[in-house]
């Protein structure tokens, strides 16, 4: 059981934490694309306080949304490449990619899952 726990654990650190090179976000975001999907990028750090208070909310967003809503976490401070390429200044940033792979909105700071669904509603969702 102490087994089985620990790989949980493991596995949803493993799934929360998002792809962190470019060539894998570029993967998720081509196929998010060809599947119609919406893309919520969150753009943090482990560590940093808000970002983890962030995790629930991906993960609420990531069940309700199963099927429409991609949502990626990159770590800026091991992937300095793609803070920079997506305009990271302050963490944590939210940044939200229309099924055309095109940016429609932008966040800086905690974003609770109750403020982030107006935002999906306007993108169709």
Do not use: W
Not at 51 to 74: A, D, Q, S
Not at 95 to 116: A, C, P, Q
């Amino acid at each position: 059981m102490k087994r089985f726990i620990i790989f949980t654990v493991l596995l949803s650190l493993f799934a929360l934490s998002g792809c962190s090179n470019a060539a894998g976000i570029d993967d998720v975001l081509n196929n998010a694309k060809k599947e119609g999907k919406v893309v919520m990028l969150e753009l943090g750090s482990v560590g940093c306080i808000p970002c983890e208070r962030m995790k629930p909310v991906m993960e609420k967003l990531r069940t309700n949304y199963k099927g429409k809503l991609e949502v990626i976490f990159v770590d800026v401070r091991k992937d300095r490449e793609n803070g920079r390429r997506f305009g990271v200044a302050m963490i944590p940033t939210q940044v939200f990619l229309d099924k055309n792979g095109m940016e429609f909105h932008r966040h800086i700071g905690f974003y609770g899952y109750e403020e982030i669904e107006p935002v999906l509603k306007k993108a169709g969702l």
